[in-house]
């Protein structure tokens, strides 16, 4: 029985990574190698489905086999695949009570990365999870230009308090001197507007940091204090 007939029979868990690829890639004509070579080729490349993930489209297309169109459709479908885990990986609604459960939803998110993004986490008087949004996506170095990029949409939405985070390809979560002067521009910001910073949480493959654990967030603007009363 050929990938498409197990599929459409069993379903994905009858897959493999390299069978679920080739799927995605389609059938290729001659002379370029048949969909199960390309997909070995490119798990082979990139080192799996995360690298994969990772890799932008020119890379994808550098593959024998895999034109423009085909390395968009691929970079689209593995991109959908991953939205759609980050989304329902704590929907709405979930409580967010304490620096520990926002790097649980955050961690597997932004880890992976290999450029830096910046998250926010909008949530509730009550702490539960109204959205979690990327708000940019950076090169190779963290700045928030205005903190509106922040505080725009969590006033939109009606937050009652926010969490930020981004992440640190480098591996290493240890906040930089830019790290703790954004925090300090942004728990500002959040007290003028009246929707508190809670938290700002750095992810790294070996590990989080939370900047509130570590007094960069004074008590009654967010702080582990808070973090402690909110989860009582």
Avoid: K
């Avoid at 009858?14 to 679920?20: A, C, F, N, S, T």
């Avoid at 700045?143 to 939405?157: H, K, L």
Wanted: hydrophobic residues 45%.
């Amino acid at each position: 029985m050929c990938p498409h007939d197990r599929y459409t029979t069993h379903g994905p868990t009858d897959l493999g990574d390299p069978e679920l690829l080739a799927l995605v890639l389609g059938r290729a004509g001659p002379p370029d190698p048949s969909p199960a070579d390309i997909a070995a080729a490119l798990l082979s490349r990139f080192g799996g489905l995360r690298g994969l993930l990772q890799a932008p489209v020119a890379a994808l297309s550098g593959v024998r086999g895999v034109g423009p169109a085909r390395a968009v459709r691929l970079h689209a479908a593995l991109q959908a695949g991953h939205r759609a885990a980050c989304a329902t990986r704590a929907p709405s609604g979930s409580a967010i009570a304490s620096p520990a459960a926002a790097a649980a939803l955050l961690h597997p998110v932004l880890a992976p990365l290999d450029v830096e993004e910046l998250h926010a986490l909008l949530l509730d008087r009550r702490r539960r999870l109204l959205a979690h949004l990327r708000l940019t996506r950076g090169s190779d170095r963290f700045t928030i230009v205005d903190p509106r990029q922040v505080f725009r949409p969590a006033v939109q939405a009606g937050a009652a308090a926010v969490v930020v985070a981004h992440n640190h390809p480098s591996g290493d979560p240890a906040p930089s001197p830019e790290d703790r002067q954004v925090t300090r521009r942004l728990v500002e910001a959040g007290r003028v507007l009246g929707v508190p910073l809670l938290d700002h949480i750095i992810v790294a493959s070996g590990g989080w940091t939370s900047l509130a654990e570590q007094g960069d967030v004074p008590v009654g603007d967010g702080g582990p204090r808070t973090w402690v009363r909110c989860a009582a």
